[in-house]
């Protein structure tokens, strides 16, 4: 710094920094009316716009932290820096040029190292770095560009570069340029060798990654020897720096931030070359973190673009390799999820590949159509549990269900409940108020299936088994149908139970079939059975036996009815005709077979 800017300039740089489009680098702007714009604030976390701008007078103001001022103060606050640097930068935004008091004593130690210098020798790094890629020795990094479908002219446009082969070439270039060790150092370009210092990139692809102002804060590499020459990581990030902050820097924030904020859509991929071939396919809202988990600051900066509160809503796409890492990423994203208002969704490619491997081996379409074909979060991490089970057995969908259950309840938006309770039901199979009272739950365990303790005696269903039981126990004669009950009609595992023993032992007393039962809890069920009073005012007669009945085949009709659904929502019509067509005629005949039994069911009531 070589003084004190001048008064008049700094008037001049307020005067002409326009505040809203300042701002509008950070935070997505609404009109608000009366000459106002507002947005999420950058300074606080809210789910309502309370941060104000007044173009007209420079300033802005939220109502919700208190902070306020002019376009200065908001660059200060917002980027930590001094008031020096901010009006630097801001009169670099609009092309003047300051003149500084060369008599000032600044009161700011020498030793201090600002903002600009950090920022200035990154700069200068990336410029070098760009320079090297160009040269001979750089063919193996041209080459790894080349076949990721990435020429020279795309390099040039995202600004990547090669770090030589050597200890200390940037080192020594950057000294010729007047940058201090102690600068040098702090921006995270060397590190301290036995020898002295030494560049901290060797032989790698370096990308350059800048915050959402534009600013060159850090760098990634990416390394080309093999593993035996080179023992270290695949990718190589900037340390933390004053101005490098991995869990608040996205790579490409910078030039997706305007087309995010128009479209009000994001598409979070998990590497630079994904960045690249998203933008270069027409996807130009992708970004990517530097090397580290998508993270709470990370969904704050979205936020603040997408205008996310209870009235602006907008998209939120994850994309991750269909691998067994990228499932497990996605499913971390669930969590996440909560945290956005927006709609939040998932695209994985089938076949792992990801999408700078998708756009070489299919071209441009197939990456937009990737995104296109984005599915909700919530429906991906369900499905994606689902398919850990066999859903041909009662057991396998019971487990299912029990592990799909909890994360329904978790859903914040309870209007969406609802929807996803009726598709489980649907792929599963099971009965839809089944699973509704599993949801409820929170857990999943009040599903009947495997514990006895599970069930209550009130459920209408286990209340109709017991009446079909007793009966079967205390008036067999009147039971002429028993042979076609369907195998799943007794959902409860002792009157599943019951009914095994009167099959297998259809001539004997049940005084007899008692004796040979050494299960307490099964025996006390059947005794009660055999006394407890027939749900009926009128006299139980034939009629009234076959319309029971018919409605507990009913109902269990109805299970197996949704579970064939759930098998055909589960097959491609076009890959397996004819097992599609074959479980759609068996669906017609059920159906139909149901509504007969429907009409008898009622019949006799």
Known sequence: MAGRIKDSDVAYVRDHSHIDEVVGDYVQLKNAGGGQKKGLCPFHDEKSPSFHVTPSKGFFHCFGCQTGGDVIAFLMKIDHLTFTESVERLAERIGYQLTYESNYNSNQSANTITRNRLVAANTAAAEYYQSQLQLPNAQTARDFLQKRGFDKNVAADFGIGYAPDDWDLLYKELKKLSFTDQELNQAGLIKEGSKGFIDRYRNRLIWPVKDI????????????????????????????????????????????????????????????????????????????????????????????????????????????????????????????????????????????????????????????????????????????????????????????LNQTAPLIARIKDASLRPEYIRLVSLWLGLDIDLVSKAVKSGSGKTQPGQNVSQYSLSDPVIQL???????????????????????????????????????????????????????????????????????????????????????????????????LKSQLQRINPVENESDYQKIFADLVSMEAARRVLKDLATSGI
């Not at 490098?244 to 598409?267: F, H, M, P, S, W």
Request: proline share 3%; charged share 30%.
């Open 213 to 400: 102002s534009g600013d060159i804060v850090g760098f990634g590499a990416r390394k080309l020897a093999s593993d035996e020459v080179d023992t270290g990581p695949k990718y190589l990030n900037s340390p933390e720096t004053a101005i490098y902050k991995k869990n608040q820097i996205l790579y490409g924030l910078d030039i997706a931030k305007k087309e995010i904020a128009k479209t009000r859509q994001v598409v979070i991929v998990e590497g630079y070359t994904d960045v690249m071939a998203a933008h270069l396919s027409g996807v130009k809202t992708a970004i990517a973190t530097c090397g580290t988990a998508f993270g709470d600051e990370h969904i704050r900066i979205i936020r603040r673009l997408l205008m996310d509160d209870d009235t602006f809503r907008g998209e939120v796409i994850f994309t991750f390799d269909g691998d067994a890492a990228g499932q497990k990423a996605a499913l971390r994203a669930f969590s996440d999820d909560q945290k956005f208002v927006a709609q939040t969704f998932v695209a994985v490619e089938p076949n792992g590949l990801d999408p700078c491997e998708l756009r070489q081996a299919h071209g441009d379409s197939a990456v937009r159509d990737l995104v296109a074909r984005r599915v909700p979060l919530f429906e991906f991490a369900i499905k994606n549990e689902i398919s850990k089970y066999d859903l041909k057995t009662a057991e396998g969908r019971v487990s299912a």
């Open 465 to 563: 088994e017991r009446e079909v039981l007793k009966i079967k126990l205390q008036k067999p004669e009147l039971i002429t149908d028993w042979k076609d009950l369907e195998k799943a009609a007794f959902v409860y595992p002792v009157h599943n139970s019951i009914r095994e023993l009167l099959d297998q032992n259809p001539e004997t007393s049940i005084t007899a079939v008692l004796e040979k039962i050494d299960d307490a809890q099964l025996s006390a069920t059947l005794t009660s059975l055999l006394v407890e009073p027939i749900r009926f005012d009128g006299e139980v007669n034939t009629k009234y036996a076959a319309s029971v009945m018919a409605r507990l085949r009913e109902v269990a009709l109805t299970r197996e009815i949704a579970e």
